[in-house]
């Protein structure tokens, strides 16, 4: 048996009966596979350099200096401690200001992995066990590149100037670009008082890195499980940069998402082509039907047939799969990890599975038919097998979509929203594609005799029409919204920013630079900014009851309840803030423990209008009742915050201030004495962070597109098999027309009508659906008004004419060329 | 006809087939009683629409029986399930058809190893070769039927059947589709084919001629057997 289908695989290979199957298994395979291989080797990579990307065994990490009984403990174990502080600041060489990463480091850092640096740029870097030097900063290669710096030139951070000694390119905790918007500079740990950077409030990140063997890890962690820490988190390799496994998540559900579009078109030429498989069969089956083959034996041979193909498919697809997610490696270059692992074997797996399942998925419910052809078909050819159950095929084609899906996403629930949604928009397309081709209808009376004949073709093919149209549609939609549609979006996004929407912030302000800021402006001939006191708080009790992230299920509302929040006091709301429940405090109120809540917040954590909150301000409890519930639109860039209280409820306690404003271009040159004057004081330029995230999003959707070439190549395969199964047909009824007097030019024109309108009605459906997709982010998720770009339908009905055009006319070429009594001797 | 125990022995008993068409039921085989030793040879004769096919696939166990049986061997097929007569057929029977039957896409050499493949012969190279040289295509093996003539297409079934050595051979028509001069030859190596083998031979056909070269002749007129 297994010889021979094996035998009848190559037969039916060398009639080319399998090709398009096999092409349409090799294009879903490796587009499965090449996100496979990627994700797997970022995977791979964060479980490898777990320790390494904490840069030791244990990290404590909190947002004020580490309880020093911590260290304690630590050395009292024999356990080696490292300390490292960072934060944004902004440095300065001559006049120009530039918003870096600062991490100051102690002797000893980092314990897992090294550092490497170099002497000058483009220049083979080298490991060094060292530190920087006090009064020496190491920087990252690009900040020297922006300001026009070189290896021993002079760097201004806070009160210290620093001397460049040597360019940092690489420390083991540092993750990927996509988590470092400002470029990195490493000073010594004991200059950092000098600098006076660290004001009271500031947004600063303090860890103690410790180092020693596991047993006495161990014991260190239940010592300082029995302290009860609020402020610090205990990090291990095991829980090494949840951010980065966060953004590989989405990230590898996102190009997983991708790729099954093209598993999705890949089922449909495979289902097309298995159907014509089928058919050409039936005589097959017959004869082996005739010959003594059981039922069980005809279906058990074809499955065989199909299961070596997908093998062999599967194989070539995971090969280019290989080849492709360096490709992507490329394109997403260090945007994870600085460097990854080679791949594993796990999406080698998942590459073959997909070509087994897609194969059997899709093909066999029609394969199904030929266990039912009659013998007897062999005597009379009008006999043909009893047609499968359509609800058998369609619930193959689900569940194998549902599976992979299932694999490619791990999220059921996703599962189930995506394929409901991919239902929804298939059967949109479908309908609108239908009532495209009855349209079509109306105009054949009105053209010549090629484009009659075209037209003709489309109407009478009509499932086979709809099939091809809603494939490219999707296709060529999804091109549309990464392409343009994602610059409209962008574009239509700054333009609902008023012109002088704020574009610079300035943070970790003290309270005796407040006076100071706001006259240094006022003399500067810029609008005097607003200063918001901020002071930073844990919220421990909702209504007396303690609260912890176990209370909750969704991440964000645990996030919520483990970050520090920032209580402002304000005498009024802020402009763009409305209240939906209770009232804003009057004068009267000013003093008492009242507090206004964002309203999401509010729902997020379950808190009412009246509840009473506790916070932990400073190691003191102290009780807030409900006043109000706020919404905020946090797209103003005008400082907003979640927990606002009344004036003069936190006079006492130590609070940073914050503002944002407006600088013309010519005034940006005011940072640079801005920050000199006040050097803890950190200013951010949004347009800087902007282009930042603009580069970022670039190389994703260049990644996420490139993982859409696969869907359009899958598309071309439905149109071909479509074309294929419509062939024989195709064939007899040139022949008839020839013969009839019909010049090879006009069947020639008639061939390039339908297609060209096919690829047309696609493109045009592509375009419909991807403005509308727009539109609705754009209005509904983004809340801005979106601006229709005609340009997005041309470009839709150009790709699906030069596409499916051209395509379809290769294709179908074939029949014109054989000799018209040929066919009609052979029949249909 | 004596019943006889040897192989290759068919049998028809009270033989019909009706089929129920929008004006009521048909008939087209009505009480067929016949039984044919093992290693003769039998003609069905009769006109377009007599019945013969029909009565050809009954027999083949390619179609079920309304009513009566049909017996190979004294297995009654009627109790056999799709298959099990698949599984006698298998075993026991051969065809050859009007229309050839060849599949299009398998050179002569693939058409003629199929029946033994899925007799999961251990040899069916070597068979099939011997076969085809033995009906003069050994030239043609790696040639697909549509780059052979009426008259070769018809030689490679005939190799085809026979190359699993049935003991039944059943033939529709088999000279239907050539001329009068490659029907001649085709027939001559039919009958050269079945003596060598000692098959039983139950052709359909409306030929008087060529049903004179068979021991019995049976006529069917409105789906009865009339003497």
């Known amino acids: 048996m297994l010889t021979f289908s094996w035998r009848l695989l190559w037969r039916d290979w060398r009639g080319g009966e399998l090709r398009i199957l096999a092409v349409a298994l090799i294009i879903a395979v490796t587009a499965v596979s090449a996100v496979g291989f990627f994700t797997d080797r970022v995977d791979h990579g964060l479980q490898q350099q777990a320790a390494e990307l904490i840069a030791a065994d244990l990290v404590v990490s909190a947002a004020k200096p580490v309880t020093p009984a911590i260290e304690q403990g630590a050395k009292a174990l ?19 200001p530039q918003l870096v990463e600062v991490k100051a480091v102690s002797d000893g850092y980092p314990f897992r992995g090294e550092l490497r640096i170099t002497d000058a740029a483009f220049t083979q870097d080298r ?6 030097a006090s009064h020496e900063v190491w920087a990252e290669p690009r900040l020297l590149q922006m300001l026009g710096l070189s290896v021993g030139d002079s760097l201004q951070l806070g009160a210290i100037s620093f001397t460049i000694s040597q360019l940092l390119t690489y420390e083991p905790d540092r993750g990927g670009d996509m988590f470092s918007v400002a470029p990195r500079v490493m000073i010594n740990l004991d200059d950092i008082a000098a600098t006076q ?141 600085t460097s990854l692992p080679a791949p594993t074997l796990q999406p080698v797996i998942m590459g073959y599975a997909t070509g087994v399942i897609l194969l059997l998925g899709f ?66 397309l479908s309908l609108a594609a239908y009532a495209l081709i009855r349209l079509l209808a109306t105009l054949r009376q009105r053209v010549g005799v090629a484009w009659r004949f075209g037209l003709a073709n489309i109407a009478r093919r009509q499932s086979d029409s709809v099939i091809q149209i809603v494939a490219f ?121 009242l507090i206004s809540l964002e309203a999401k917040l509010a729902t997020r954590l379950r808190i009412n209008l009246h509840d009473n909150v506790s916070f932990d301000i400073n190691g003191r409890e102290k009780v807030f009742k409900i006043s109000n519930l706020r919404e905020v639109d946090w797209q103003t860039f005008n400082i907003n915050f979640f927990t606002v209280v009344p004036p003069g409820v936190l006079d006492d306690d130590p609070a940073s201030w914050v503002t944002s404003l407006y600088l013309k271009p010519e005034q940006k040159s005011l940072i640079a004495p ?30 996420v597109e490139f993982i859409f070439l696969f869907s359009l190549l899958a598309g071309l395969a439905v149109l071909f098999a479509a074309i294929q199964a419509s062939q024989d047909e195709r064939r007899y009824e040139s022949a008839v027309l020839r013969t009839l007097g019909a010049r090879r030019s006009i069947l020639l024109r008639g061939l390039f009508a339908e297609f060209i309108t096919l690829g047309a009605l696609a493109g045009l459906l592509a375009g419909f659906a991807a403005t509308t997709l727009a539109w609705i982010l754009a209005e509904q998720v983004f809340h801005f008004p979106y601006q229709f770009n005609p340009l997005i339908g041309l470009a839709g009905i150009t790709t699906g004419v030069l596409l499916v055009g051209i395509a379809g006319v290769l294709g179908t070429r074939s029949v014109l060329s054989q000799p018209p009594v040929v066919t009609l001797r052979e029949g249909v | 006809m004596d019943s006889q ?90 065809f050859v058809f009007q229309n050839f039957q060849l599949l299009s896409g398998l050179t002569a050499l693939e058409n003629v190893m199929l029946p033994l493949e899925l007799a999961s012969d251990s040899k069916p190279k070597e068979v099939a070769k011997d076969i085809l040289s033995r009906v003069g ?56 084919l079945n003596r060598e083998q000692g098959t039983t031979l139950i052709m359909a056909t409306h030929d008087e001629a060529l049903a004179g070269l068979c021991e019995t002749r049976l006529n069917l007129q409105g789906g009865r057997l009339v003497q």
């Open chain 1, 78 to 96: 024999g356990l080696q401690t490292a300390h490292t502080i960072q934060f944004r600041s902004v440095a300065i060489a001559g006049e120009k």
């Open chain 1, 127 to 132: 490991a060094t066990e060292n530190i920087p």
């Open chain 1, 197 to 337: 950077l660290l004001g009271q409030g500031a947004l600063v990140n303090y860890r103690l890195l410790i180092d020693g063997e596991q047993a006495v890890l161990d014991q260190f962690r239940k010592e300082i499980k029995s302290l009860k820490l609020v402020d610090e988190k205990i990090l291990s390799v095991s829980e090494a940069r949840p951010e980065l496994r966060v953004a590989l998540e989405r990230a590898q559900q996102f190009l997983g998402l991708a790729s099954i579009i093209s598993v999705l078109l890949a089922g449909v030429a495979i289902a097309t082509a298995a159907r014509r498989f089928a058919r050409r069969h039936f005589d097959s089956a017959a004869i082996y039907r005739c010959f003594g083959a059981t039922q069980n034996k005809i279906i058990l041979t074809f499955s065989l047939e199909m299961l070596w193909l997908a093998l062999i498919a599967s194989t070539v697809g995971v090969a280019l799969g290989l080849l492709a997610q360096a490709a992507i490696s490329q394109i997403l270059d260090k945007l994870f990890l």
């Open chain 1, 363 to 428: 093909a066999m419910p029609p394969l199904l038919a030929l266990r039912q052809v009659p013998p007897l078909r062999v005597l009379r050819r009008d006999q043909v097998p009893v047609s499968t159950r359509s609800w058998l095929i369609y619930s193959g084609v689900f569940l194998s979509m549902a599976s992979l899906l299932y694999w490619q996403v791990h999220d059921l629930k996703m599962v189930v929203s995506v394929m409901g949604g991919m239902l929804a928009t298939i059967s949109i």
């Open chain 1, 473 to 593: 549609g999707l296709g060529i939609m999804v091109l549309l919204l990464l392409s343009t549609v994602r610059n409209d979006l962008l574009d239509g996004w700054q333009k609902s920013l008023p012109e002088d929407a704020p574009n610079h912030f300035i943070i970790n302000v003290q309270t005796d630079q407040v006076k100071g800021i706001q006259q240094f402006f006022n003399e500067h001939g810029v609008q005097q900014p607003r200063l918001h006191a901020m002071v930073r708080a844990r919220l421990t009790h909702i209504n007396g009851r303690r609260v912890s992230s176990d209370d909750y299920t969704s991440d964000r509302a645990k996030h919520m309840i483990t970050r520090e929040f920032n209580l402002s006091p304000a005498g009024n709301p802020q402009a763009d803030n409305v209240i939906v429940a209770g009232s804003w405090w009057q004068p009267t109120d000013h003093g008492k423990p």
């Open chain 1, 674 to 703: 801005l920050v000199k004057d006040y050097p803890n004081v950190t200013v951010i330029d949004v347009e800087v962070i902007m282009s930042q995230v603009r580069s970022i999003m670039d190389r994703v959707t260049l990644a």
């Open chain 2, 5 to 94: 125990q040897s192989s290759g022995f068919v049998q028809a008993i009270r033989l019909g087939k009706q089929v129920t068409t929008s004006e009521g039921p048909l008939v087209i085989l009505d009480d067929i009683n016949f039984s044919v030793p093992a290693g003769t040879s039998v003609a069905i004769l009769g006109a377009s629409g007599s019945g013969k096919t029909t009565l050809l696939g009954l027999l083949a166990g390619l179609d079920v029986a309304s009513t009566g049986r049909v017996m190979i061997n004294d297995i009654d097929l009627g109790e056999l399930d799709e298959d099990g007569r698949a599984l006698l057929r298998a075993g026991s029977v051969g």
């Open chain 2, 137 to 192: 295509l050994v030239e043609r093996l790696h040639h697909y039927p549509s780059q052979l003539s009426g008259g070769e297409q018809q030689r490679c079934a005939i190799a085809r059947a026979f190359a699993a050595s049935p003991e039944v051979l059943f033939a529709d028509e088999p000279t239907g589709n050539l001329d009068l001069t490659t029907g001649k030859r085709i027939i001559d190596l039919l009958f050269e």
